[in-house]
């Protein structure tokens, strides 16, 4: 752990304001919030086979990554010598244990995934990007170690090559399309049941054990309504992502708006309803079932906006 530290210790030499805000920005690249915009981006505007593979990738990335992190529970830098500095503001996005890297794993499995699928060049080159730099912003502002964000970018991408020929074979078929939701969502409630039965240390942060908590009962919601949006496109939606250019505007930023407003404003009267665990369940479910399965109902009549200006155009 010293030669880790010692890392650290020798990037935080070259911090300065400028170089906080940099990365403090590019973090947000693996954060929930970037990885939401640029799942709806092809979810709703590109092509929903990748975006179902994307959303696997993470989803499955993301158990593991909490399952490791609670089992393993290594502590975070700044806790681990509190004579090392974080940056601070990047410290309240920083919730749970400190292996492995959760930032990283989104970032890497996200981005390496756009560029799997993707067969020109310059994607590819702009996806290697935000791999390499959201690791390095986790290690400039502290709150992660290099083994951290090595063994996360080494999971992420055996799930990017290992799950691409699952997912595209499974397309194929929508039974075993709903197999593999219905597995990923099965290993949300393992993930779940671990959470809630496992006899952790009674010394154990509560801090880290409520981040743990906090996100299982996440992908569990998540992924039971990524399963019922699936069924529900495949027998009757049959969404098109195609549309105009105004069009997919539209759709990406009224709808993003719609989303993000679930997610912020139902979190409070859920809670008091249901509590605070199965309040993001219910949430993250509901967010899912809008986004897929409610949301796409406007889209042909999006589709057919800027029609007659473009006709005109040409």
């Known amino acids: 752990m010293e030669w880790q530290m010692n890392v650290l210790r ?28 640029v799942a709806l981006i092809f979810f709703w505007c590109i092509d929903k086979r990748q975006g179902y593979y994307l959303f696997t990738v993470g989803f499955v990335g993301t158990i593991l990554n909490q399952f490791l ?81 090595g063994v996360s970018i080494l999971i992420a991408l055996i799930l990017v090559f290992a799950l691409h020929p699952l997912v595209m074979r499974a397309w194929e078929k929508p039974k075993h399309m709903a197999i593999l939701l219905g597995t990923c969502t099965l290993l949300s409630l393992a993930f779940l049941l671990y959470v809630e039965l496992f006899p952790f240390p009674k010394g154990m942060d509560t801090h880290n054990m409520a981040s743990g908590k906090k996100n299982a009962y996440t992908l569990f919601g998540t992924l039971l309504g990524l399963c019922v949006v699936y069924l529900l496109d495949a027998r009757y939606l049959h969404f098109d992502t195609r549309a105009t250019v105004l069009g997919q505007t539209v759709k990406l930023v009224i709808g993003a708006a719609i989303v993000f407003a679930i997610k912020t404003f139902a979190k409070a009267p859920l809670t008091a309803l249901l509590g605070a665990d199965i309040e993001r369940s219910v949430r993250y479910f509901l967010l899912v079932l809008f986004a897929g399965g409610i949301w796409p109902l406007v889209f042909p009549y999006l589709s057919k906006l800027g029609k007659k200006e473009e006709k005109e155009t040409v």
């Open 10 to 37: 020798a990037i935080a030499e070259i911090r300065n304001p400028v170089l906080d805000v940099f990365f403090g920005a590019i973090t947000y690249l693996g954060s929930e919030i970037g990885l939401i915009v």
């Open 69 to 149: 992190k609670l089992s393993f529970r290594v502590d975070r830098p700044w806790v681990y010598d509190p004579s090392f500095e974080a940056v601070e503001s990047a410290k309240a996005d920083a919730g749970g244990f400190s292996f492995p890297s959760g930032h990283t794993q989104s970032s890497v499995g996200l981005f390496g995934g756009i560029a799997r699928t993707n067969e020109k060049k310059w994607v590819r080159y702009a996806c290697l990007a935000p791999c390499i730099l959201v690791p390095f912003s986790r290690m400039y502002l502290g709150v992660h170690t290099p083994m951290d964000v």
